[in-house]
């Protein structure tokens, strides 16, 4: 049976982040694996935080103070409405999340930790006043949030004008890029991924979700079984995600 | 009859922006009246070019080899799908449009005045050198990417969660914001638009549109005619969008 954490408790969830007894060296090694800080010297006041499984690296709504790294472990980012939960994201290890607190004192969604999760937290002050001086980091930056920019408004097009098949085509061809394993039968999705996890990434239900996967199975363009998906055709699930 | 230019029409669409005789006065007037460049220099190369109503900017996938700041007028962003358009923004008077030129060859979408329009067209290279040594203006860039960022967010968030209702209600809201004028009743909105055009930017289709606003009018929340709308009752409207 595929069961997300319910709503209710997802609303009362808090940042549940541990500091993690850490050395600048730590700090540093994790900086230097991420292709935004590439070349560049880690930030100044940052420490490291674990969260386990299920829990939560920050709030959604809750303040803002820093922006996290992730150095191990998949965070998926979510905003929870009354009655429905989307998924926003995922972030792996190199990859910045909660940038929105450079410019607001909230964070815009809740990131749940998917593994056991490790990452750098760095102080939004220091983050900025790095940002005022470095214009290589500044323009990184840029390129990373304008990059998030048209994958959201892709995705509202997409909810505008693709079908629901449409986009759970493109979801697994993105998927088997960001996690993807070499299979005999093609690409290895390399994560577990609920029906309903994808329904809440492509903006449908849990059983619209499972007919058509099923039908992809069916099509030879997928495998599945145990949670985990072999993209087979990627070229084709391509044709059906424009 | 509402009618929009049609589908393959707006797919043949070129830029037809035309070089005005300018002098370096008009153009540093017109950067100095944006916000994004107050006390700044004006970008050196910028010209001044227009376009008539209904024309483009620049258009969808075409090079993108200069980023735009409209001065009088407005653009409509348009994305166009084989069997139907979204309405990505609008841009008015002193806000930069096509700044994905920045990042990317060619622009994400049809940007097509709704009005005769007026802008500097400032080549990227030019733009790009000038982020590379200015931090303040790298920082409102940053500021405003993030800021379209968000919107393109809450609105895929929208177009999975909430109702057509809601999020027609969501569009009267920033439109009255964006266009209001005050008004005995209210707020009215100081542009034409048809309910296809509004059905372009809530994701729907033009005969639900037309039900909801006539549903919205007779509980006074609205007053409509002439392809004008006046916003009676901004607070039900922003109760109606969540």
């Given at each position: 049976?595929?069961?997300?954490m319910?709503i209710a408790k997802a609303y009362a969830s808090t940042p549940q982040a541990r500091r ?29 935080v674990?969260v386990?499984?299920r829990r939560a690296l920050y709030g959604q709504a809750t303040r803002a103070d820093a922006v996290l ?6 965070a998926r980012l979510i905003k929870t409405a009354?009655?429905?939960t989307?998924?926003m994201?995922?972030r ?5 999340t909660g940038e929105e607190s450079l410019f607001s004192d909230s964070y815009d969604c809740e990131a749940r930790a998917?593994?056991?999760l490790?990452a750098?937290r760095i102080p939004v ?118």
């Amino acid at each position: 049976v595929i069961r997300e954490m319910p709503i209710a408790k997802a609303y009362a969830s808090t940042p549940q982040a541990r500091r993690s007894p850490t050395s600048p060296a730590d700090v540093a090694r994790i900086f230097t694996k991420s292709p935004l800080f590439e070349g560049l010297q880690p930030i100044s006041g940052s420490t490291v935080v674990t969260v386990d499984r299920r829990r939560a690296l920050y709030g959604q709504a809750t303040r803002a103070d820093a922006v996290l790294l992730v150095a191990s472990g998949r965070a998926r980012l979510i905003k929870t409405a009354p009655d429905r939960t989307t998924t926003m994201a995922y972030r792996g290890p190199g990859e910045l999340t909660g940038e929105e607190s450079l410019f607001s004192d909230s964070y815009d969604c809740e990131a749940r930790a998917l593994d056991r999760l490790e990452a750098v937290r760095i102080p939004v002050e220091q983050f900025r006043a790095r940002l005022d001086k470095d214009a290589v980091l500044a323009g990184r930056l840029l390129r990373l949030v304008q990059e998030r920019r048209a994958s959201a408004e892709r995705r509202f097009e997409a909810a505008f004008t693709r079908s629901v098949e449409a986009r759970v085509a493109a979801f697994l061809v993105e998927a088997a890029v960001r996690w993807g394993i070499k299979h005999e039968l093609g690409t290895l999705v390399g994560v577990k991924l609920t029906h309903l996890e994808i329904a809440s990434y492509v903006g449908s239900t849990r059983e619209t979700v499972t007919v058509i996967l099923g039908e992809l199975k069916r099509r030879h363009l997928i495998e599945t079984g145990h949670r985990r998906i072999i993209v087979r055709d990627r070229e084709a699930l391509l044709r059906l995600s424009v």
